[in-house]
């Protein structure tokens, strides 16, 4: 072993050129010879033989060399990027992958809000109605027993003439549509209903079913209105014809246009005729019906009776109506066609 090995201690050769301080990075050489540091990186080792200045070509081994350094320097200067790009392998890269992203839960939002207004809306209607049926429910626990059962059997009178005038005139309607017999038919169907319309206006007599409804005056005389309430009651009750009279015998027919007067003496006006006490309604319908409508507590029985007088309703299988109603000229008043 030479001098020369000894005097390094490794048994190689001390490096010809000197060695490049320590010192921080980025720093420049303070050494006058030293190498340009853009001529090459201090990270890759100079590949040329020693005493060779030559430049480095760009495609040489040494520029790759550098290339690669610097490669590696980006890497360690950039920790996490390749674990951000593996652990976002899903997360989309251009403004058309973040819309179909998004579209997801904005759809399943409009989607529950519009449930959310549905069942708001059914939820509302669901409260008007029970409101409603409350209200009504509340008007019925109040009323009294007699009340309810008056109730109930009108509605059960009253059932039962819609559907008998149902059944009449679905009868009519298949005989209006049958050649011969719809022309014969449509003839009786013209008189027949000319005929309810005589005895709704008081222009023809009736005779039927129905009561005799006897006033009796007490303490105090009977007055108009007494008797206004017995004919609304009765109308209420399903009366098809009234007529009313007096103590003299002489009668008037009721029709829609009737009106009532009291006297100072007790006597009556109906329709411009005096009738004087006791008075009697002679009425036609069903007699149970317009029995309880009369008999209701608070009713005209029971008002009559509280004045001191007395009302006497008999039932009677034949009720005539024989008093007529003189219709007058109508002046204003014409028929649509």
């Given at each position: 072993?030479?001098?020369?090995?000894?005097?390094?201690?490794?048994?190689?050769?001390?490096?010809?050129?000197?060695?490049?301080?320590?010192?921080?990075?980025?720093?420049?050489?303070?050494?006058?010879?030293?190498?340009?540091?853009?001529?090459?990186?201090?990270?890759?080792?100079?590949?040329?033989?020693?005493?060779?200045?030559?430049?480095?070509?760009?495609?040489?081994?040494?520029?790759?060399?550098?290339?690669?350094?610097?490669?590696?320097?980006?890497?360690?200067?950039?920790?996490?990027?390749?674990?951000?790009?593996?652990?976002?392998?899903?997360?989309?890269?251009?403004?058309?992958?973040?819309?179909?992203?998004?579209?997801?839960?904005?759809?399943?939002?409009?989607?529950?809000?519009?449930?959310?207004?549905?069942?708001?809306?059914?939820?509302?209607?669901?409260?008007?109605?029970?409101?409603?049926?409350?209200?009504?429910?509340?008007?019925?626990?109040?009323?009294?027993?007699?009340?309810?059962?008056?109730?109930?059997?009108?509605?059960?009178?009253?059932?039962?003439?819609?559907?008998?005038?149902?059944?009449?005139?679905?009868?009519?309607?298949?005989?209006?549509?049958?050649?011969?017999?719809?022309?014969?038919?449509?003839?009786?169907e013209a008189t027949r209903r000319?005929?309810?319309?005589?005895?709704?206006?008081?222009?023809?007599?009736?005779?039927?079913?129905?009561?005799?409804?006897?006033?009796?005056?007490?303490?105090?005389?009977?007055?108009?209105?007494?008797?206004?309430?017995?004919?609304?009651?009765?109308?209420?009750?399903?009366?098809?014809?009234?007529?009313?009279?007096?103590?003299?015998?002489?009668?008037?027919?009721?029709?829609?246009?009737?009106?009532?007067?009291?006297?100072?003496?007790?006597?009556?006006?109906?329709?411009?005729?005096?009738?004087?006490?006791?008075?009697?309604?002679?009425?036609?319908?069903?007699?149970?019906?317009?029995?309880?409508?009369?008999?209701?507590?608070?009713g005209v029985v029971a008002t009559?009776?509280?004045?001191?007088?007395?009302?006497?309703?008999?039932?009677?299988?034949?009720?005539?109506?024989?008093?007529?109603?003189?219709?007058?000229?109508?002046?204003?008043?014409?028929?649509?066609?």
């Amino acid at each position: 072993m030479s001098d020369e090995h000894e005097e390094t201690g490794t048994g190689w050769p001390q490096p010809a050129g000197p060695a490049r301080p320590g010192g921080p990075a980025g720093e420049p050489d303070p050494r006058p010879e030293a190498p340009d540091p853009d001529e090459l990186s201090p990270l890759v080792p100079d590949p040329r033989p020693e005493g060779d200045e030559s430049p480095v070509q760009p495609g040489s081994a040494a520029s790759a060399g550098a290339d690669e350094g610097a490669a590696a320097v980006s890497s360690a200067v950039v920790p996490g990027r390749d674990e951000a790009a593996g652990s976002g392998a899903g997360v989309p890269v251009d403004g058309a992958g973040a819309t179909g992203a998004a579209g997801g839960p904005l759809r399943r939002f409009s989607m529950a809000a519009v449930m959310i207004g549905v069942l708001l809306a059914l939820l509302g209607f669901t409260l008007a109605v029970q409101l409603k049926q409350s209200s009504t429910d509340s008007a019925l626990t109040t009323a009294r027993q007699e009340d309810l059962v008056r109730i109930l059997y009108d509605l059960d009178a009253r059932e039962m003439r819609l559907r008998q005038d149902i059944g009449a005139l679905e009868e009519s309607q298949r005989q209006l549509r049958s050649g011969e017999q719809g022309r014969q038919a449509a003839l009786e169907e013209a008189t027949r209903r000319a005929d309810e319309l005589g005895i709704l206006a008081g222009t023809l007599p009736a005779r039927g079913p129905g009561l005799a409804v006897r006033f009796e005056a007490g303490a105090k005389p009977i007055s108009a209105v007494r008797l206004l309430d017995a004919v609304q009651e009765l109308r209420g009750a399903g009366a098809e014809a009234m007529q009313i009279s007096g103590g003299d015998r002489g009668a008037v027919r009721i029709v829609a246009s009737t009106y009532f007067l009291s006297e100072q003496d007790g006597s009556l006006v109906v329709d411009g005729r005096r009738l004087t006490g006791p008075f009697t309604i002679t009425v036609i319908g069903d007699p149970a019906t317009m029995r309880t409508a009369l008999n209701i507590p608070g009713g005209v029985v029971a008002t009559v009776a509280g004045d001191g007088g007395n009302v006497i309703v008999e039932d009677r299988e034949v009720a005539e109506v024989s008093a007529l109603h003189a219709p007058s000229t109508l002046e204003h008043a014409r028929p649509v066609s």
